[in-house]
């Protein structure tokens, strides 16, 4: 195995929230204990992300914050589909880019490294909660973040191009050397003998 460009510094939870759905009918008939075999056909997801990077490295970027927020909520169901649990998660990870990809390759690589990782522990900390709550364990549905990362990525692209030119049109032009500042003389001081 061999490590990859992406290495994860942090990654934390800025929000987690979950909440039962009295009205969940568990029709399982293959245990006697709550275990939830959920069909997420038709199910609702909002999903939103964003993706930062220190300002004093738009030349070229390698430290960046990828933010994640997931929610699945009863009132945004539709086509009769009944939640056993609503929740609203979000994270933060912090990643460090050590590849050599540069332009939309690097976005692309950032957050289709970033998105796994933070679904991964959204995954967990659900299916963690929900294990000890009225209607059983609940594991969310094994995604693939391809359309997200090609329809991002090339947002990002445009945003640090923009950004780089700007900081770029804020430089002095190639050979421009300041003026001194003039040297303000000080005024003569004259000295007087007095005893």
Do not use: C
């Not at 759905?21 to 199910?43: I, T």
């Amino acid at each position: 195995m061999n490590p990859g460009a992406i290495f994860l510094s942090r990654l934390e939870f800025v929000r987690f929230e979950v909440e039962v759905n009295r009205d969940y009918v568990n029709r399982s008939e293959n245990s006697v204990f709550p275990q939830l075999e959920f069909d997420f056909h038709n199910v609702t997801f909002d999903l939103g992300s964003n993706l930062d990077y220190p300002e004093e490295e738009v030349g070229d970027p390698r430290h960046f914050t990828l933010s994640l927020k997931l929610s699945i909520r009863q009132e945004k169901q539709s086509d009769g589909v009944v939640l056993p649990y609503s929740f609203n998660i979000e994270g933060v990870a912090y990643l460090h880019f050590r590849g050599s990809d540069e332009g939309l390759m690097r976005f692309k690589y950032v957050r289709g490294t970033g998105y796994p990782m933070l679904y991964s522990a959204f995954r967990e900390q659900i299916a963690n909660f929900t294990s000890r709550s009225e209607h059983g364990l609940w594991f969310l549905p094994s995604p693939t973040f391809t359309k997200m990362v090609d329809e991002n990525a090339p947002q990002d692209l445009l945003k640090w191009e923009a950004a780089k030119n700007s900081r770029e049109d804020d430089m002095p032009p190639v050979g421009f050397k300041p003026k001194p500042a003039p040297v303000k003389k000080k005024a003569a001081v004259r000295k007087s003998n007095s005893a």
